[in-house]
C-alpha cells in the first residue's frame, strides 16, 4: 500500500490549506443563515414582505393620509428628509427599497377625476416592490370608481369607503405543513452551496496530488517499481476516493448542523444521499483537471473558473426560477445543474412515494454517468501523456 | 540595470503561457457565465404564464364576474395564468404532483389552495386580492346611489396606471452590475497571485532563483520594484483586456465616468499586488498555504462585496459597516458602484482614500519584512 500511503501523506501536508476553504464555507453559511431566516419571510411568502419604504408628501390632506395609513399596513415607513443626496444614499444602502414622491395637487386632480402620476423611484427586481405598486395603483383604482359614480364625495369619506374594501382579502389554504416545507428550503440552500465548496476543495486538493504524481522524473522513477500499473492505479483511486469521502463527511457535517437545528426530516436523508453523489462527480472532475494541468500557478484560476462558472449558470447562487430558459439547457450538460435540480425537488417533498422521488433518482443517476465520463476522458488523457 | 531587470522578469512571465493565459482568461470566462446566468434577471421577460386549476363547480358557474376576470388574466401573448378547468379531485391531484401552481374552489368565497408558498403563489393572491378588493368597491357603490351603474362594470375592469417611475440620480440603481463590479475586483486581487510571486522569486530562503538574484550587487529594493513593475504592466493590462471585454463584447454600461473606471481599476491592480506580496512575505508556510490564504481571503471578500449573492453586500454594509470598510474588495467595488450612481464624487474618494492607505500598509509591510535579510545557511 506504498502508493496509497504516499497520497495520504502529500494530502496531510497541504491539510492546512484546505482546511481554509471549510472555513471559509463555514462563514459564507453562517452568514447565509443569518440572512436567509430574514429574507424568506420577506420575498417569498404570504406574510406579505414587507418593503422599505419612504412617503415625501408634498401635501397634506385626508386622502394621502388614508394612502399613507394603507400602505403603513403592508411596508415599513421610513422618514426621511427630502433632500437629493440623502435619498440617494437610502436607496444605495437599502435603507429604504421604495420612495414616493406624492406631487402638490395630487388630491385634487383624484377627486376631480383627472389624471396624475405618482412619481416612485426603487431599487429594480424586487418583488416586496411589485406588492407595493399593486396596493398603491389598487388604492387610486378604488378612488377613481368611486370619484366617477358618487357625487359631492368629500376625502373623508372616500377614505374611509376605500378602508372598508381593502380589508378584504383572498382565504388561502396551505395543504402542506408549511413550517416544514419553509425549513426544508432552508436546508436546500446549505446544500446548493455546498457543491460550490465541496468542488472547490476537491479541485484543489486532487491537483495538488496529481501534479506530484504526474511530474515526469517521478513518474519515470515509480515505474521502475516492481509494482504493476493495475496496483499503482488501483491504490491510487482507493486514496482519491478515502479523500472525497472524508472531505464530503466534514462538508456534510458541517450541514448538518445547520440543517438539524430546525429538526430532522426525510428529507435531509435524501438530500445527504444526492450530495454523496455529487461528490463522486466532483472527484472526477477534479481528476480530469488534475490530469490536464501543467503549472501550479493555473489551478487556482481554473478553480475558479468551474467552481463559480456552474454555481451561476446552474442556480447554485441565483435561483434557477430567474435563470433564463437558454442558460438552464446549456447548464444541464452540467452535473452541478442535475445536483441543484434534485436537491430543490427533494426540498418541497412530503410525500416520498416512488412518482414523487423519479425525478430526483433520474438526477442522481445523470450525476453518476457525468461522474463515470469524465473519470473515462481523465484515464484516456493520462495513459495518452504517459505513452508520449 | 533596472531597466534591465524589467525586461527580462516581463519575458520570463509572460513564458509561463499557461498561468498568462489562465490569469487572463479566467475573469473573461466569470464575465461570461455571470452574463448567461444574469443577462435574464434584468430583462425579466421570460415570465412564464402560471399554471392555476380552477374547481369548476356550480359556484364559479354563477360568479360571471370572476370568470371574466380570470379569462382576460388568462388571455393574450402576456398572459399571466394558464387555465384548467377541473374537478376537485383532480386539482387536489395535480396540486400534489406539482403540475399547478395553486387551485381556486369557489365556495361563498373564493379560497386559494398551495402546497407551498411562493414566488407564484403570491402572484395568484393578489390578483384574486385585487379582484376582491374591487369588487368589495363596486358593492359598496351600488349602494350608494350611483350615476351611471351602466358604465361602472366597464370602469371597473379597466385598471389606470398612477405610478410613473423616476430616477433618483444620474444612473438607475442597477442589482447587475454590482456582480460585474465585484468580478473586477476579485481579478485586481488575484493579481496578489503575481505579487506573491515577486515576493517568491527575491526571498533567497524560499527559492534557489532568489538566492542566485541575492547574490548580485544589485540594490535588493530596486531590483524588486523593477520585476514588480513587469508583474503590474502584465496584470494591468489583462484587466484593461477584461474592461474591454465587458464594455464592448458584453456591452455592459460603466457610466459616463469610463476614465475614472480604468483609473480605478489601475489602483486595484496595485492594490492586489500589494496584497499578495504582503501575504507571501508574512506567512512563513510553504506555497500552498500561501495560495490558500490568498484565495481564501479574495474569495471571502469578494463573497461579502456581493458577488455571489448581493444582498450579502447590503446586509454588511447595515450590520456590520465596519467590515464593509476594511474588506478592500467591498472598497473596490463600491468604488465601482459609486462612479456610476452618484453624481458627486464624495463616496468614491472615500473608498479610493482607505484603499490607498490600505495599500500603503501592504508595501510598508512587504518592504520591512524583506529588507536586510541575511541568511547564515540557505
Same mark, same amino acid.
Given at each position: 500500500?506504498?502508493?496509497?500511503?504516499?497520497?495520504?501523506?502529500?494530502?496531510?501536508?497541504?491539510?492546512?490549506?484546505?482546511?481554509?476553504?471549510?472555513?471559509?464555507?463555514?462563514?459564507?453559511?453562517?452568514?447565509?443563515?443569518?440572512?436567509?431566516?430574514?429574507?424568506?419571510?420577506?420575498?417569498?411568502?404570504?406574510?406579505?414582505?414587507?418593503?422599505?419604504?419612504?412617503?415625501?408628501?408634498?401635501?397634506?390632506?385626508?386622502?394621502?393620509?388614508?394612502?399613507?395609513?394603507?400602505?403603513?399596513?403592508?411596508?415599513?415607513?421610513?422618514?426621511?428628509?427630502?433632500?437629493?443626496?440623502?435619498?440617494?444614499?437610502?436607496?444605495?444602502?437599502?435603507?429604504?427599497?421604495?420612495?414616493?414622491?406624492?406631487?402638490?395637487?395630487?388630491?385634487?386632480?383624484?377627486?376631480?377625476?383627472?389624471?396624475?402620476?405618482?412619481?416612485?423611484?426603487?431599487?429594480?427586481?424586487?418583488?416586496?416592490?411589485? &406588492?407595493?405598486? *399593486? @396596493? %398603491?395603483?389598487?388604492?387610486?383604482? /378604488? $378612488?377613481? !370608481?368611486? =370619484?366617477?359614480?358618487?357625487? #359631492? +364625495?368629500?376625502?373623508?369619506?372616500?377614505?374611509?369607503?376605500?378602508?372598508?374594501?381593502?380589508?378584504?382579502?383572498?382565504?388561502?389554504?396551505?395543504?402542506?405543513?408549511?413550517?416544514?416545507?419553509?425549513?426544508?428550503?432552508?436546508?436546500?440552500?446549505?446544500?446548493?452551496?455546498?457543491? &460550490?465548496?465541496? *468542488? @472547490? %476543495?476537491?479541485?484543489?486538493?486532487? /491537483? $495538488?496530488? !496529481?501534479? =506530484?504524481?504526474?511530474?515526469? #522524473? +517521478?513518474?519515470?522513477?515509480?515505474?521502475?517499481?516492481?509494482?504493476?500499473?493495475?496496483?499503482?492505479?488501483?491504490?491510487?483511486?482507493?486514496?482519491?476516493?478515502?479523500?472525497?469521502?472524508?472531505?464530503?463527511?466534514?462538508?456534510?457535517?458541517?450541514?448538518?448542523?445547520?440543517?438539524?437545528?430546525?429538526?430532522?426530516?426525510?428529507?435531509?436523508?435524501?438530500?445527504?444521499?444526492?450530495?454523496?453523489?455529487?461528490?463522486?462527480?466532483?472527484?472526477?472532475?477534479?481528476?480530469?483537471?488534475?490530469?490536464?494541468?501543467?503549472?501550479?500557478?493555473?489551478?487556482?484560476?481554473?478553480?475558479?473558473?468551474?467552481?463559480?462558472?456552474?454555481?451561476?449558470?446552474?442556480?447554485?447562487?441565483?435561483?434557477?426560477?430567474?435563470?433564463?430558459?437558454?442558460?438552464?439547457?446549456?447548464?444541464?450538460?452540467?452535473?452541478?445543474?442535475?445536483?441543484?435540480?434534485?436537491?430543490?425537488?427533494?426540498?418541497?417533498?412530503?410525500?416520498?412515494?416512488?412518482?414523487?422521488?423519479?425525478?430526483?433518482?433520474?438526477?442522481?443517476?445523470?450525476?453518476?454517468?457525468?461522474?463515470?465520463?469524465?473519470?473515462?476522458?481523465?484515464?484516456?488523457?493520462?495513459?495518452?501523456?504517459?505513452?508520449? | 540595470?533596472?531597466?534591465?531587470?524589467?525586461?527580462?522578469?516581463?519575458?520570463?512571465?509572460?513564458?509561463?503561457?499557461?498561468?498568462?493565459?489562465?490569469?487572463?482568461?479566467?475573469?473573461?470566462?466569470?464575465?461570461?457565465?455571470?452574463?448567461?446566468?444574469?443577462?435574464?434577471?434584468?430583462?425579466?421577460?421570460?415570465?412564464?404564464?402560471?399554471?392555476?386549476?380552477?374547481?369548476?363547480?356550480?359556484?364559479?358557474?354563477?360568479?360571471?364576474?370572476?370568470?371574466?376576470?380570470?379569462?382576460?388574466?388568462?388571455?393574450?401573448?402576456?398572459?399571466?395564468?394558464?387555465?384548467?378547468?377541473?374537478?376537485?379531485?383532480?386539482?387536489?391531484?395535480?396540486?400534489?404532483?406539482?403540475?399547478?401552481?395553486?387551485?381556486?374552489?369557489?365556495?361563498?368565497?373564493?379560497?386559494?389552495?398551495?402546497?407551498?408558498?411562493?414566488?407564484?403563489?403570491?402572484?395568484?393572491?393578489?390578483?384574486?386580492?385585487?379582484?376582491?378588493?374591487?369588487?368589495?368597491?363596486?358593492?359598496?357603490?351600488?349602494?350608494?346611489?350611483?350615476?351611471?351603474?351602466?358604465?361602472?362594470?366597464?370602469?371597473?375592469?379597466?385598471?389606470?396606471?398612477?405610478?410613473?417611475?423616476?430616477?433618483?440620480?444620474?444612473?438607475?440603481?442597477?442589482?447587475?452590475?454590482?456582480?460585474?463590479?465585484?468580478?473586477?475586483?476579485?481579478?485586481?486581487?488575484?493579481?496578489?497571485?503575481?505579487?506573491?510571486?515577486?515576493?517568491?522569486?527575491?526571498?533567497?530562503?524560499?527559492?534557489?532563483?532568489?538566492?542566485?538574484?541575492?547574490?548580485?550587487?544589485?540594490?535588493?529594493?530596486?531590483?524588486?520594484?523593477?520585476?514588480?513593475?513587469?508583474?503590474?504592466?502584465?496584470?494591468?493590462?489583462?484587466?484593461?483586456?477584461?474592461?474591454?471585454?465587458?464594455?464592448?463584447?458584453?456591452?455592459?454600461?460603466?457610466?459616463?465616468?469610463?476614465?475614472?473606471?480604468?483609473?480605478?481599476?489601475?489602483?486595484?491592480?496595485?492594490?492586489?499586488?500589494?496584497?499578495?506580496?504582503?501575504?507571501?512575505?508574512?506567512?512563513?508556510?510553504?506555497?500552498?498555504?500561501?495560495?490558500?490564504?490568498?484565495?481564501?481571503?479574495?474569495?471571502?471578500?469578494?463573497?461579502?462585496?456581493?458577488?455571489?449573492?448581493?444582498?450579502?453586500?447590503?446586509?454588511?454594509?447595515?450590520?456590520?459597516?465596519?467590515?464593509?470598510?476594511?474588506?478592500?474588495?467591498?472598497?473596490?467595488?463600491?468604488?465601482?458602484?459609486?462612479?456610476?450612481?452618484?453624481?458627486?464624487?464624495?463616496?468614491?474618494?472615500?473608498?479610493?482614500?482607505?484603499?490607498?492607505?490600505?495599500?500603503?500598509?501592504?508595501?510598508?509591510?512587504?518592504?520591512?519584512?524583506?529588507?536586510?535579510?541575511?541568511?547564515?545557511?540557505?
Amino acid at each position: 500500500m506504498q502508493v496509497f500511503k504516499l497520497c495520504l501523506k502529500i494530502l496531510k501536508k497541504n491539510i492546512r490549506s484546505l482546511l481554509i476553504y471549510i472555513v471559509l464555507f463555514l462563514g459564507i453559511s453562517t452568514i447565509m443563515a443569518s440572512s436567509a431566516s430574514t429574507e424568506q419571510n420577506t420575498d417569498f411568502s404570504f406574510t406579505k414582505s414587507k418593503a422599505r419604504l419612504a412617503i415625501i408628501s408634498e401635501e397634506s390632506t385626508p386622502l394621502t393620509a388614508g394612502l399613507q395609513q394603507e400602505l403603513a399596513k403592508i411596508a415599513h415607513l421610513v422618514a426621511l428628509p427630502d433632500e437629493i443626496e440623502a435619498l440617494q444614499d437610502a436607496l444605495y444602502f437599502r435603507t429604504v427599497s421604495y420612495i414616493l414622491r406624492i406631487p402638490k395637487g395630487f388630491s385634487e386632480k383624484i377627486m376631480r377625476g383627472q389624471p396624475v402620476k405618482l412619481h416612485k423611484t426603487v431599487i429594480p427586481n424586487s418583488y416586496s416592490n411589485a &406588492y407595493l405598486d *399593486l @396596493s %398603491i395603483d389598487q388604492y387610486l383604482n /378604488s $378612488a377613481r !370608481l368611486y =370619484v366617477e359614480q358618487i357625487e #359631492d +364625495l368629500s376625502q373623508e369619506e372616500l377614505v374611509q369607503f376605500l378602508q372598508k374594501d381593502l380589508a378584504v382579502e383572498t382565504a388561502v389554504e396551505i395543504k402542506t405543513n408549511d413550517r416544514q416545507a419553509a425549513k426544508q428550503t432552508y436546508s436546500q440552500y446549505f446544500f446548493n452551496y455546498l457543491s &460550490y465548496s465541496l *468542488l @472547490s %476543495i476537491l479541485i484543489l486538493g486532487l /491537483s $495538488a496530488l !496529481l501534479l =506530484v504524481f504526474n511530474n515526469q #522524473d +517521478l513518474q519515470k522513477r515509480n515505474a521502475c517499481a516492481p509494482l504493476s500499473t493495475a496496483n499503482v492505479n488501483r491504490q491510487f483511486v482507493l486514496a482519491v476516493l478515502v479523500f472525497t469521502v472524508l472531505t464530503w463527511l466534514v462538508m456534510a457535517l458541517l450541514c448538518l448542523v445547520f440543517a438539524l437545528k430546525d429538526g430532522f426530516t426525510v428529507n435531509i436523508l435524501y438530500l445527504l444521499l444526492n450530495s454523496f453523489i455529487f461528490a463522486l462527480c466532483a472527484a472526477s472532475i477534479s481528476y480530469l483537471i488534475g490530469t490536464l494541468v501543467k503549472s501550479p500557478n493555473a489551478i487556482p484560476a481554473i478553480s475558479n473558473v468551474v467552481t463559480l462558472g456552474l454555481s451561476f449558470i446552474s442556480g447554485v447562487f441565483v435561483p434557477m426560477e430567474l435563470l433564463g430558459k437558454q442558460v438552464l439547457k446549456f447548464a444541464s450538460f452540467t452535473p452541478t445543474y442535475w445536483y441543484v435540480t434534485a436537491n430543490n425537488r427533494l426540498a418541497s417533498l412530503t410525500k416520498f412515494n416512488y412518482t414523487n422521488l423519479q425525478p430526483v433518482f433520474t438526477s442522481m443517476l445523470i450525476q453518476l454517468g457525468f461522474a463515470l465520463a469524465f473519470f473515462a476522458v481523465a484515464l484516456v488523457l493520462g495513459k495518452n501523456r504517459r505513452l508520449q | 540595470m533596472s531597466l534591465h531587470i524589467f525586461g527580462n522578469r516581463l519575458k520570463c512571465l509572460l513564458r509561463d503561457k499557461e498561468n498568462v493565459f489562465w490569469t487572463m482568461l479566467f475573469p473573461i470566462l466569470l464575465a461570461v457565465f455571470f452574463n448567461l446566468a444574469l443577462s435574464n434577471v434584468n430583462a425579466g421577460e421570460s415570465f412564464q404564464a402560471i399554471k392555476l386549476a380552477v374547481v369548476n363547480n356550480s359556484s364559479f358557474h354563477n360568479d360571471q364576474a370572476l370568470q371574466t376576470a380570470l379569462d382576460a388574466a388568462a388571455a393574450g401573448e402576456q398572459k399571466l395564468f394558464e387555465l384548467t378547468l377541473t374537478s376537485q379531485e383532480q386539482a387536489e391531484q395535480l396540486l400534489t404532483e406539482q403540475k399547478v401552481s395553486a387551485y381556486l374552489l369557489v365556495d361563498e368565497e373564493p379560497v386559494l389552495v398551495v402546497s407551498k408558498t411562493g414566488i407564484r403563489e403570491s402572484i395568484i393572491k393578489s390578483f384574486l386580492d385585487s379582484y376582491l378588493q374591487t369588487t368589495a368597491a363596486v358593492n359598496t357603490i351600488l349602494q350608494n346611489n350611483p350615476n351611471n351603474p351602466a358604465l361602472l362594470f366597464q370602469s371597473a375592469g379597466e385598471r389606470q396606471n398612477y405610478l410613473a417611475e423616476v430616477t433618483g440620480s444620474a444612473a438607475d440603481p442597477n442589482n447587475i452590475l454590482i456582480f460585474f463590479y465585484s468580478l473586477i475586483a476579485m481579478s485586481c486581487f488575484y493579481g496578489g497571485f503575481w505579487g506573491m510571486r515577486e515576493v517568491t522569486d527575491i526571498q533567497a530562503d524560499i527559492s534557489a532563483l532568489a538566492a542566485r538574484i541575492n547574490i548580485s550587487p544589485q540594490h535588493k529594493l530596486k531590483a524588486f520594484l523593477s520585476s514588480l513593475t513587469a508583474s503590474y504592466l502584465i496584470h494591468f493590462s489583462e484587466l484593461i483586456l477584461l474592461l474591454l471585454f465587458l464594455r464592448y463584447v458584453l456591452q455592459i454600461d460603466f457610466g459616463a465616468k469610463s476614465g475614472y473606471v480604468v483609473l480605478t481599476t489601475a489602483l486595484g491592480s496595485l492594490a492586489g499586488i500589494a496584497y499578495g506580496a504582503f501575504i507571501s512575505a508574512l506567512v512563513k508556510k510553504s506555497e500552498n498555504m500561501k495560495v490558500a490564504i490568498l484565495i481564501g481571503t479574495t474569495m471571502f471578500g469578494s463573497f461579502l462585496a456581493g458577488m455571489m449573492i448581493q444582498d450579502i453586500k447590503y446586509l454588511v454594509s447595515q450590520k456590520f459597516p465596519l467590515l464593509a470598510y476594511v474588506n478592500p474588495i467591498n472598497l473596490l467595488t463600491d468604488a465601482f458602484y459609486s462612479l456610476y450612481y452618484y453624481d458627486t464624487f464624495s463616496r468614491y474618494f472615500l473608498n479610493i482614500t482607505i484603499l490607498g492607505g490600505m495599500t500603503i500598509a501592504f508595501c510598508l509591510g512587504t518592504y520591512v519584512i524583506v529588507r536586510r535579510r541575511k541568511y547564515a545557511s540557505l
